[in-house]
């Protein structure tokens, strides 16, 4: 029971597996798996949706970043916008929805920076970080569980040094700040 993703020429044979928990917004799986080094073992790793977020710059070279709390990590967390891809949809669409969701700022230029794995050892989802430009008033449209969240506009040289003294943590966030800096040509 081999698949594209896990083949002798990719270093794991997946010999069984099932899914283990199936949720709202993710599916654990335990896969009986033949290693690279030829042990046989299991492997835990889930399927969660693609992401976007999106490094929003006003025409004063302020960055917005969101701060909500965080329940995994019990305190709030100060980072840039983003979300689920929500199946069928494109990651540009996503990051301009997600921007005006969280923002009540709608990007008309979105630059894709780069798309990464944020956690690879445990899931093949992507998240796709986006620079938003020429922003334009629109609506918050937050989830019930972005109730609390608030918006926080720096320049973006300042957010940068956030990023870069562990202020703002979360990895996205950090990424998106410093490619954004690089483009736009921050010192």
Request: with cysteine.
């Amino acid at each position: 029971m081999t698949d594209d993703h896990h083949g002798p020429r990719r270093g794991w044979t997946r010999l069984s597996g099932h899914a283990v928990h199936r949720g709202e917004h993710l599916t654990l799986h335990r896969d009986r798996v033949l290693q690279p080094d030829g042990a046989e073992s299991t492997y835990e790793h889930l399927t969660i949706a693609d992401g976007a977020r999106i490094v929003a710059v006003d025409a004063s070279g302020r960055a917005a970043l969101v701060e909500d709390a965080c329940y995994p990590l019990g305190e709030r967390l100060l980072h840039v916008p983003g979300g689920a891809v929500a199946e069928g949809e494109c990651p540009r669409a996503a990051a301009g929805r997600e921007c005006e969701e969280e923002t009540g700022w709608r990007p008309a230029t979105l630059r894709l920076l780069t798309t990464y794995y944020p956690l690879p050892s445990r899931t093949s989802a992507v998240t796709h970080l986006y620079l938003a430009t020429d922003l334009h008033r629109g609506e918050v449209r937050r989830d019930p569980a972005e109730a609390g969240m608030t918006v926080r506009w720096m320049p973006l040289a300042d957010a940068v040094s956030a990023a870069r003294s562990g202020a703002v943590a979360e990895a996205g966030s950090v990424i998106g700040l410093l490619l954004a800096a690089s483009v736009l040509a921050l010192p």
